[in-house]
T-cell receptor, first 110, second 112 residues
Framework: EDQVTQSPEALRLQEGESSSLNCSYTVSGLRGLFWYRQDPGKGPEFLFTLYSAGEEKEKERLKATLTKKESFLHITAPKPEDSATYLC???????????FGGGTRLMVKP | NAGVTQTPKFRVLKTGQSMTLLCAQDMNHEYMYWYRQDPGMGLRLIHYSVGEGTTAKGEVPDGYNVSRLKKQNFLLGLESAAPSQTSVYFCASSFGQNQPQHFGDGTRLSIL
């Protein structure tokens, strides 16, 4: 059974204070790892897909990286508008189901 | 660009009542999904469809039924609502397997 664990559960940062969010996974053959952002009262918004170890993707202040066991979402010089819950999810070789982690709630104070 | 639209946004039911949640997507996606999101449990897949006329069970299918009569629509039904089905329900769609899923903004359902 696939498992996805995100840490920390919650993270408070000051504006401009860079940090990283972790997503550890156990799957039977990774087909893809996805990062989403979720704002309160909204659905998850797609950010990145990573398919193989060593791959990196960037978007504005966010950078996602992937190893064989975990993925990191690096946030450089965050702003208050980056406050949200960040979700990690994986597809495995078995089929059509995306397995989600519990999320990291990020709060950036001005 | 509407993307994925869910109807209704909020609903309160009494135990034993039935209802249908509607999901519509305008991206010509083949795959559609229904999830529920509960505090401490994360997003869990209820049912999904890999194309018009097909449906399949996800992780937590009991108490729910689905239908995909048209490619753009995916319906989630609760035949006899129970308090344990109080949750936020999300619909998503994707071009295919292993592709990014795009989500609606959810239906908040309370069952008393």
């Amino acid at each position: 059974e696939d498992q996805v664990t995100q840490s920390p559960e919650a993270l408070r940062l000051q504006e401009g204070e860079s940090s990283s969010l972790n997503c550890s996974y156990t799957v039977s053959g990774l087909r893809g790892l996805f990062w989403y952002r979720q704002d309160p009262g909204k659905g998850p918004e797609f950010l990145f897909t990573l398919y193989s170890a060593g791959e990196e993707k960037e978007k504005e202040r966010l950078k996602a990286t992937l190893t064989k066991k975990e993925s990191f979402l690096h946030i450089t010089a965050p702003k208050p508008e980056d406050s949200a819950t960040y979700l990690c999810a994986v597809y495995d070789n078995a089929g059509n189901m995306l397995t989600f982690g519990g999320g990291t709630r990020l709060m950036v104070k001005p | 660009n509407a993307g994925v639209t869910q109807t209704p946004k909020f609903r309160v039911l009494k135990t034993g009542q039935s209802m249908t949640l509607l999901c519509a997507q305008d991206m010509n996606h083949e795959y559609m999904y229904w999830y529920r999101q509960d505090p401490g449990m994360g997003l869990r897949l209820i049912h999904y469809s890999v194309g018009e006329g097909t449906t399949a069970k996800g992780e937590v299918p009991d108490g729910y039924n689905v239908s995909r009569l048209k490619k753009q629509n995916f319906l989630l039904g609760l035949e006899s609502a129970a308090p344990s089905q109080t949750s936020v329900y999300f619909c998503a769609s994707s071009f295919g397997q292993n592709q990014p899923q795009h989500f609606g903004d959810g239906t908040r359902l309370s069952i008393l």
